[in-house]
T-cell receptor, first 110, second 114 residues
Framework: GENVEQHPSTLSVQEGDSAVIKCTYSDSASNYFPWYKQELGKGPQLIIDIRSNVGEKKDQRIAVTLNKTAKHFSLHITETQPEDSAVYFCAASAREKLVFGKGTKLTVNP | DGGITQSPKYLFRKEGQNVTLSCEQNLNHDAMYWYRQDPGQGLRLIYYSQIVNDFQKGDIAEGYSVSREKKESFPLTVTSAQKNPTAFYLC?????????????FGPGTRLLVL
């Protein structure tokens, strides 16, 4: 079945710097790659997603890139702010189910 | 949370007791899912349902049961057979737009064992 690896598990940056989180997947049939942000004690919130027919998608300070050949995708957050601090999860969709990475705890220091 | 509600927010279970977690959505989504979240483990799929009166086991279904009698409701029962039930439980539903699916989550229920 699908396996998703996410790195790093923790990431600390200074306010205004960029943050990059990387994920790899194993199932070449996966065609949908969402990213979720989870604040403490709350459910994950979809922040951006990408489908296999595009290589990059951007929404304000957030962008996602996808390399299907290498089976990896990345989340890029520019001009980080303290409110970006949270746990971020990547996922890959194969056969009607999402498989999640183990999460990255992002801390943005003021 | 977008129209997915979970109750209660906190739930306490005694040894040997079955408890049921509620998940309701008013988004007219066909598919619904239950995940378990433990620290450092990410989200693991317990059960999912693509259509009313049908559901499939996920990766960690043992000790859990579900029903899908109505499109908007997908309750999860944590049975006494689940020996380590303490976790954060998340319900999700999926919007389909042609061949594309987008999954949204509820606010979660934290289950604690007394």
């Amino acid at each position: 079945g699908e396996n998703v690896e996410q790195h790093p598990s923790t990431l600390s940056v200074q306010e205004g710097d960029s943050a990059v989180i990387k994920c790899t997947y194993s199932d070449s049939a996966s065609n949908y790659f969402p990213w979720y942000k989870q604040e403490l004690g709350k459910g994950p919130q979809l922040i951006i997603d990408i489908r296999s027919n595009v290589g990059e998608k951007k929404d304000q300070r957030i962008a996602v890139t996808l390399n299907k050949t290498a089976k990896h995708f990345s989340l890029h957050i520019t001009e980080t702010q303290p409110e970006d601090s949270a746990v971020y999860f990547c996922a890959a969709s194969a056969r009607e189910k999402l498989v999640f990475g183990k999460g990255t705890k992002l801390t943005v220091n003021p | 949370d977008g129209g997915i509600t979970q109750s209660p927010k906190y739930l306490f279970r005694k040894e040997g007791q079955n408890v049921t977690l509620s998940c309701e959505q008013n988004l007219n989504h066909d598919a619904m899912y239950w995940y378990r979240q433990d620290p450092g483990q990410g989200l693991r799929l317990i059960y999912y349902s693509q259509i009313v009166n049908d559901f499939q086991k996920g990766d960690i279904a043992e000790g859990y049961s579900v029903s899908r009698e109505k499109k908007e409701s997908f309750p999860l029962t944590v049975t006494s057979a689940q020996k380590n039930p303490t976790a954060f439980y998340l319900c999700a539903s999926t919007r389909r737009d042609g061949l594309e699916e987008t999954q949204y989550f509820g606010p979660g229920t934290r289950l604690l064992v007394l």
